[in-house]
């Protein structure tokens, strides 16, 4: 069975968490509004790349979200392309971003609204880890997300 997650954000641990998902055989698209970094995960054996999941948002079962913090998960998910209205209802987003405990039960509670799961999941390790599949993630939500991103978290940590 296949497995689809796009990568929103494609910097030092973005890049390495899209191509752990990769090498784990995930179906994996990159979002980022860098082309040199669309071109490296496209060359790393990617599904697709673009400068927004709008392409490809309902084809997915799950977003990791390493855009730098809230206003930009915000952006992402609710601003101008609206992300969390075009993926299908099921699909997990974690978000690693560094966001206030208050902004992550907003977004929880706005995803939820919509269908959709989320995990609160910020990550460590710095580049080298992200690359190597073995950040350190210190996540947070219920049980069915976890079970759902599962493919994810087993590829990226």
Do not use: H, W
Not at 105 to 113: D, V
Not at 132 to 156: I, N, R, S, W, Y
């Amino acid at each position: 069975m296949s497995y689809a997650v796009a990568v929103i954000g494609l910097g030092a641990m973005g890049m390495g968490a899209a191509q752990s998902c990769v090498r784990a055989g995930l179906d994996t698209y990159g979002v980022d509004l860098s082309a040199q970094a669309r071109d490296v995960l496209q060359a790393a054996g990617a599904k697709a790349v673009a400068a927004s999941a709008d392409g490809f948002a309902d084809k997915l079962d799950a977003v990791l979200l390493l855009v730098v913090n809230a206003a930009q998960v915000e952006a992402v998910l609710f601003g101008e392309s609206k992300l969390a209205d075009k993926l299908k209802p099921g699909t997990a987003v974690m978000v690693s971003s560094t966001i206030a405990a208050q902004d992550a039960r907003r977004f929880g509670e706005a995803l939820a609204a919509r269908g959709l799961l989320m995990l609160d999941a910020p990550v460590s390790g710095g580049a080298a880890k992200a690359a190597a599949g073995e950040m350190t993630v210190m996540a947070a939500g219920d049980d069915a997300v976890f079970a759902k991103l599962q493919p994810v978290l087993d590829a990226v940590a």
